[in-house]
């Protein structure tokens, strides 16, 4: 895509998703003033879905009122080859998500007062957008409803802006939610939208308290293996110590987060400012001192933390992978009470662990380059290897590409009593350094005790 519109040039793709991608693109004025944007486009083979298209300009319409510094400003919306676009301010840097990730990676706990600070400017943002009225001064109850880690937005000068209100329902929408529809991240949402009840700004306070709960923890709060279980953890709200896993945190603020994470939101905090001013109140008190500037740095030494170790073959980086998934996540213990998650102490062995799988990678590369071509094409080289530990993984199970191994039972038949001493031995090397590679995610990823 060359242009969406005579006014704007695209540089660049930056991200897809199921439903819109996102280029990095410039506004260009008949003056010859430029100014780099992003432009939300969505999808052609969806413009056909009627109501998709009401909720995507449901999402421009009520963004282009919205006017503060924590949130992702609008400036245009437009029709160009057969789809259509949102034009937005490009925020450079990390969304939460990956922060959390590349600071789990690179073994950076995030600091209190840069978690506390984090949360609070999603909380300025989202009380403009709670507290917003339109021209005769009626309240617009714009809900944002989809508070979860890729929707915050840290730039690379310390800014937080909360992004997409796709899901929000503000009184003023075109397209209404169907009674008792559940919308929004499972994780992050409040018991009462588990049950399809209609939901104030005290669902996005709930949300808020998940993602302050998790940058303190550095562990998800409400995840199970299904989305079922993950619902049902979340209508309960139980929300386990955050002292026992951060000892940084004190009491005042463990007391602060569980208010935000009460089940009945008649025990929340009334307001996002409120939850927000408890926050200031527990850094002020602590003499914890913080500003964008701070936010800033860390967010530089997040990503010019380097890992200590070459990346290796495909193998090393879907184990990697995993094991960054699976750290960011905390692997439930479906036997254990309230489906805890990993200890600190089981995350800690990962750099241990990591070396051992150093060594394993080393043996496997060799004996790879030994296998035959009919092993190969019964599906033990890397790919065969590599579905079967993904299959470790539990709770993330990515597609399987083209040319995949054959599935077990295939790759089996005719392996055995074969007519050739020549292809038994790599395949017995092989199999032994796949049981030592599962044995060593085993012990990285145990289970809690």
């Avoid at 990730?101 to 600070?117: E, L, N, S, T």
């Avoid at 199970?224 to 026992?244: F, M, N, Q, S």
């Amino acid at each position: 895509m060359a242009s969406v519109h005579q006014r704007y040039k695209v540089i660049e793709k930056l991200d897809v998703g199921g439903m819109a991608e996102i280029y990095k693109g410039k506004a260009v004025s008949l003056e010859g003033f430029e100014k780099i944007v992003a432009i939300k486009r969505v999808l052609p083979s969806l413009t056909r879905n009627q109501k998709f298209v009401s909720m995507f300009l449901d999402e421009a319409r009520l963004a282009m009122r919205l006017n503060h510094a924590n949130i992702v400003q609008v400036f245009d919306i437009g029709r160009a080859d057969g789809t259509y676009f949102i034009v937005m301010d490009l925020v450079e840097g990390l969304n939460l998500r990956r922060l959390f990730q590349k600071a789990v990676d690179a073994g950076i706990r995030i600091p209190v007062h840069i978690a506390c600070y984090i949360v609070m400017e999603v909380c300025k943002g989202l009380q403009h957008a709670h507290e917003l009225t339109d021209a005769e001064g009626r309240p617009l109850r714009i809900v944002h409803r989809d508070i979860s880690p890729p929707n915050v937005l840290i730039s690379k000068a310390g800014e937080v802006k909360v992004t997409d209100f796709g899901l929000a329902k503000a009184t003023t929408q075109l397209e209404s939610t169907d009674p008792g529809t559940v919308k929004g991240k499972f994780s992050y949402l409040a018991p009462e939208a588990t049950e399809g009840k209609e939901v104030d700004a005290r669902a996005d306070i709930f949300a808020c308290g998940v993602l302050l709960y998790e940058l303190l923890t550095g562990r998800r709060l409400f995840l199970g293996a299904t989305d079922i279980e993950t619902i049902e953890l979340v209508r309960k709200a139980e929300v386990p110590p955050i002292a026992a896993i951060n000892s940084d945190v004190r009491p005042e603020l463990e007391e602060v987060v569980r208010k935000s994470l009460a089940r009945d939101p008649r025990r929340r905090y009334a307001s996002a400012r409120a939850f927000e001013d408890a926050l200031a109140g527990y850094l002020f008190a602590n003499g914890l001192k913080v500003t964008s500037s701070d936010l800033a740095q860390f967010l530089r030494d997040v990503i010019e933390r380097r890992e200590d170790h070459v990346e290796g073959p495909r193998i090393e980086k879907l184990i990697e992978d995993e094991i960054l998934n699976l750290s960011m996540v905390g692997r439930l213990d479906p036997s254990g009470p309230g489906n805890r998650p990993i200890s600190p102490e089981q995350l800690k062995m990962r750099g241990q662990a990591r070396l051992k799988l150093d060594d394993l990678f080393a043996d496997l590369t060799g004996v790879q380059a030994g296998v035959s071509e009919q092993a190969t094409a019964t599906g033990l080289g890397i790919d065969g290897l590599a579905d079967r530990l993904e299959g470790l993984g539990g709770t993330q199970r990515r597609p399987t590409s083209p040319g995949k191994s054959a599935p077990e039972g295939k790759a089996a038949k005719g392996t055995s009593g074969g007519a050739g001493g020549s292809n038994w031995l790599p395949w017995a090397v092989a199999g032994a350094v796949a049981v030592a590679a599962a044995i060593a995610l085993v012990v990285l990823l145990g289970q809690p005790q």
